[in-house]
């Protein structure tokens, strides 16, 4: 059963590789923000064939597992165009590009939420595009959807064991490691799922915190 | 007056040239089926004033929009300051404009809305001194000087610091008259600016207007539901209905003796309430 002895003794090893589950978290949702942004933006092309490609790129992208993505990215890229990516870069685009998708239409919803007044109130002080979309349409349309970013950062957080299928040693290929060597899984996983749970649980708290924020005002 | 000296038009003074600085010619559009404006001609004076009547529905926002290029004529011409404002030249041939044409001509107008349309997340004093900063260029310290001495006209210079929410609906349309005061434009376009306002707020905003207008020299589009007002302030009033100008003179000539069967019809719902004296 349950060996204390052994669960302190992998745990320095685990929590070294929380750094690495965090690294990724963070780095592929930087990504994800932008690749996210920018969809939304291109989506909204009034160029038809290029706003149509990327709404093609959305559904294709998120109608297919982020597993088999990443697969693709990791293992099928290289010995096809000869382009390759460590495991880290590999696992950063991959949830970036997969998550973007999603943010994109969070981006959306809050774009498409600014009324067209606004707008208006922009091209008759004679506003450029850019500076309409920088100083006037942005600020109002991100601050309302950061409780789903944050959520989409946890959920985000939780998928990150995937990488361990392209051989990044993240927290639950460390604990898999590990169990092979001592042929002991109880407490490496059960530690794993502690510290997924541990991070996690209080930045939902955090998250559903901002939106009552927001809801005051 | 007598004819423009050739410099005056080179130099595009505006104010005492006979040319009209505004000018409609067949100005058409259609939104789908539905034609808000057929066919409209009107030259507007440098530093006339008038005031847009007529039922709603009957294009009069549409003729303001226009001009402000928040929407693009289906058909027609309209010239500002001796230019076309729809349509450049290109290798002699006129093409619909591009957006750099637009934005050229688009900063001699400014637009105050019937919603106000203030930027939420400004203070005051920033939702005025944005534009001269991102569209003219001056230093941040230029442009909040003249935004808060456009404030101080318009009777808020003590809300610099404040957010629109924080404001009534007076207050938050006297700032969005600021907001356009001071990017200086020639011809300012007032769309019901009123209409949104609760009845005891609506002074205020008049008030301002007033004064904007007795200084002289900015031309003004006033489209309003407020026949007094539009009697007070306008030199000229225009009736429009059903996309047509139907009838237009002076307010003394229109309110008294309109000679259209229409006019004459829309003017009598007004004057059994807030019309009475001549």
């Known amino acids: 059963m349950w060996d204390w002895e052994f669960a302190f003794y992998v745990m320095p090893d685990i929590l070294k590789a929380i750094r690495v589950t965090i690294a990724a978290t963070l780095a592929g949702f930087a990504l994800a923000l932008a690749v996210g942004l920018a969809l939304a933006l291109l989506r909204r092309s009034a160029f038809k064939p290029l706003s149509l490609a990327t709404i093609g790129f959305i559904e294709f992208v998120r109608s297919t597992p982020l597993l088999i993505q990443l697969f693709f990215i990791f293992y099928a890229l290289p010995l096809s165009t000869g382009i390759s990516f460590s495991a880290f870069q590999a696992g950063t685009i991959g949830l970036g590009f997969h998550y973007g998708t999603y943010l994109s239409e969070v981006y959306r919803s809050g774009i498409d939420a600014i009324p067209r007044g606004q707008w208006e109130a922009a091209t008759a002080l004679n506003f450029s595009r850019l500076r309409t979309w920088t100083k006037i349409i942005l600020p109002q349309a991100i601050p309302p959807t950061v409780p789903v970013m944050g959520n989409y950062l946890i959920a985000m957080f939780k998928e990150t064991p995937l990488l361990s299928a392209i051989t990044l040693v993240e927290m639950l290929q460390t604990a898999k490691i590990i169990g092979s060597d001592c042929y002991r899984y109880l407490e490496p996983f059960t530690l794993v799922g502690i510290f997924f749970l541990l991070l996690s649980y209080p930045a939902s708290v955090l998250v559903k915190r901002l939106e009552f924020q927001l809801k005051q005002q | ?278």
Request: charged residues 25%.
């Open chain 2, 1 to 278: 007056m007598g004819m423009p000296s050739k410099v005056e038009i080179e130099t595009e003074t505006d104010s005492m040239t006979d040319e009209p600085i505004v000018r409609y010619r067949k100005v058409a559009k259609n939104f789908g089926e539905l034609q808000v404006l057929k066919k409209v001609d009107l030259d507007i004076a440098p530093g006339e004033k008038i005031a847009v009547i007529g039922p709603s529905g009957s294009g009069k926002t549409t003729l303001a929009r226009l001009l402000m290029t928040l929407e693009r004529p289906s058909s027609g011409t309209i010239e500002i300051d001796g230019e076309l404002l729809w349509h450049e030249k290109v290798n002699g041939k006129l093409v619909p404009a591009g957006e750099k044409h637009l934005q050229h001509h688009r900063g001699k107008i400014g637009m105050v809305f019937q919603q106000f349309n203030l930027f939420p997340h400004m203070t005051v004093l920033r939702n005025v001194a944005e534009a001269p900063i991102q569209v003219l260029g001056l230093s941040q310290k230029e442009a909040q000087k003249r935004a808060k001495q456009m404030l101080a006209k318009v009777g808020l210079a003590d809300k610099l610091d404040a957010f629109p929410s924080q404001l009534s609906g007076g207050q938050q349309q006297r700032v969005a008259i600021a907001r356009a005061l001071v990017m200086r434009p020639k011809v300012m376009l007032f769309d019901e600016v009123t209409s949104a306002l609760d009845p005891e707020l609506v002074g205020e905003v008049l008030t301002v207007i007033k004064e904007i207008a007795a200084e002289g020299e900015m031309t003004m589009l006033l489209v309003t539901h407020e026949m007094d007002f539009a009697r007070e302030v306008a030199d000229r009033i225009i009736f429009i209905d059903d996309g047509k100008i139907v009838e237009q003179g002076t307010p003394k000539a229109l309110f008294k003796h309109p000679r259209n069967p229409r006019t004459r019809s829309f003017l009598s719902r007004f004057r059994n309430n807030n019309w009475k004296d001549s």
